[in-house]
């Protein structure tokens, strides 16, 4: 199917990674996902994301770190990068939804970026400075 399988999970493929993928059915891939590209869902209700159990809860003023596992899978931690001061708390189950055109796919034996071809050096000074995307660009 057109879905990653992250414990008992699914996540949709993004569009541009299934023809690059196809002949990679029931392959392992490591996904990775920036904190602060992470979304509390506060509808909790399930929707393009996964559904998590909360660990800790750092409120730093501006923002809110969390780190939680998997509902399903307590060795899958993820960080959580949130605005704002926010109301949850340790052993609560979250949703967060995410935009699978801010994953990137990882070869597990290697390590090496398999999508976006782009760094993730490359991709956060783009973002920073787009004028320097620009001039790589021509």
């Not at 605005?83 to 949703?95: A, D, F, T, Y």
Request: proline share 7%; hydrophobic share 35%.
């Amino acid at each position: 199917d057109n879905n990653f399988a992250i414990g008992e999970q699914s996540i949709p493929c993004p569009e541009p990674w299934r023809s690059l993928l196809r002949s990679a059915q029931n392959q392992s891939f490591l996904l990775g996902i920036r904190p602060e590209h992470l979304r509390l869902n506060s509808a909790d209700t399930e929707s393009t994301g996964l559904n998590l159990r909360v660990i800790v809860v750092e409120p730093l003023g501006s923002e809110t770190l969390i780190r939680a596992c998997l509902s399903d899978d307590s060795s899958q931690v993820i960080q959580i990068k949130a605005m704002g001061s926010l109301q949850v708390r340790p052993g609560e189950q979250i949703w967060v939804d995410l935009s699978v055109e801010d994953l990137y796919l990882f070869d597990p034996q290697t390590g090496d970026s398999l999508f976006p071809a782009e760094t993730l050096r490359e991709r956060d000074a783009s973002r920073r400075h787009p004028q320097l995307a620009d001039r790589r660009s021509h």
